[in-house]
């Protein structure tokens, strides 16, 4: 009798076994499509098949036309300075020609301070450039913000020169 039921529960846990093995699939899916719109020559997204041209309206099309994507911040600011208002304005003439384009401005701040003070800090610097470009005539529900702190620096190193650059706010295009 120790037999067959020792047969039995060894006979059930092999049919168990046997039902979860995964069948493969008669038509396969295709193979992922890169679509972060990096062509290899840093232009962006194609709009045909290798002739290199760039979406208007893209977040290609806007790194290309406006002077930066990027305006800089000093040490512990939030204020829009005259070399950011330029960056800025230039920035709201684009958004002007595509007035369906959304976009996200990311806060960042460099490695110095607690997290949350950098995370505060980053999310004035990205409210800072939103209220400008709002001031600018771009519909404030156009404009998302999201505040890094030092979480993403642009810049490697713990000098001055690095953390100039790592105190920014950056205007990127929706796709």
């Known amino acids: 009798m120790a037999l067959s039921r020792t047969t039995l529960i060894l006979a059930t846990a ?3 076994i046997a039902g979860c093995a995964k069948k493969r699939p008669e038509v396969l899916p295709p193979a992922p499509v890169d679509n972060t719109g990096d062509t290899g020559t840093g232009t962006g997204p194609a709009t045909g098949a290798g002739d290199g041209a760039i979406t208007p309206g893209s977040n290609a099309d806007f790194q ?3 002077t930066s994507n990027t305006v800089l911040f000093g040490l512990d600011q939030y204020d829009i300075d005259p070399a950011a208002r330029a ?3 230039n920035q709201a003439q684009w958004l002007a020609r595509y007035p369906n384009v959304r976009i996200t401005i ?4 460099d490695e110095r301070g607690t997290r949350e003070y950098n995370l505060a800090l980053g999310d004035r610097r990205a409210n800072a450039a939103k209220n400008y470009l ?3 005539g771009v519909a404030a529900s156009r404009i998302t913000t999201i505040s890094y702190g ?12 690095a953390w100039a650059q ?10």
């Open 14 to 16: 092999a049919l168990a």
């Open 64 to 66: 290309r036309s406006v």
């Open 87 to 89: 960056i800025l304005d």
């Open 106 to 109: 990311e806060g960042h701040c």
């Open 134 to 136: 709002a001031a600018r």
């Open 150 to 161: 030092s979480e993403r620096p642009a810049a490697t190193g713990s000098d001055d020169a």
């Open 166 to 175: 790592n105190r920014r706010a950056v205007t990127v295009v929706l796709n």
